[in-house]
Nanobody, 124 residues
Framework: QVQLVESGGGLVQAGGSLRLSCVAS????????MGWFRQAPGKEREFVAA????????HYADSVKGRFTVSRDNAKNTVNLQMDGLKPEDTAVYYC?????????????????WGQGTQVTVSS
């Protein structure tokens, strides 16, 4: 029942930046661990980043460490993904996900709610 809506995707050149946002239509947003995943055409959905309920702990896939930053604003029911130094291999549909349990995880099967996705395309 929790609705997640991503925004901020677009077309950028390699080396550029984008900031994705995910807004939840849930007044108890702060109880959820939040994650970002991405899926390229013909490929499996893969983990990108996650953040704990308080925002004190963040987890990143090795492929994006040092380039992407996840953050959240519980007062605004929003989680963000700042993407810098984008590469063509970052091209994918990016999904926001919410997990009801406390423990942070990179496993897509352990997330309970998903947004519709936003397209990110990085040209060379």
């Amino acid at each position: 029942q929790v609705q997640l809506v991503e925004s901020g995707g677009g077309l950028v050149q390699a080396g550029g930046s984008l900031r994705l946002s995910c807004v939840a239509s849930e007044r108890t947003f702060s109880i959820y661990v939040m994650g970002w995943f991405r899926q390229a055409p013909g490929k499996e959905r893969e983990f990108v980043a996650a953040i704990t309920r308080s925002g004190n702990t963040k987890h990143y896939a090795d492929s994006v460490k040092g380039r992407f930053t996840v953050s959240r604003d519980n007062a605004k029911n929003t989680v963000n993904l700042q993407m810098d130094g984008l590469k063509p291999e970052d091209t994918a549909v990016y999904y926001c996900a919410a997990r009801r349990l406390l423990r942070i995880t990179s496993s897509r099967d352990e997330y309970d709610y998903w947004g519709q996705g936003t397209q990110v395309t990085v040209s060379s």
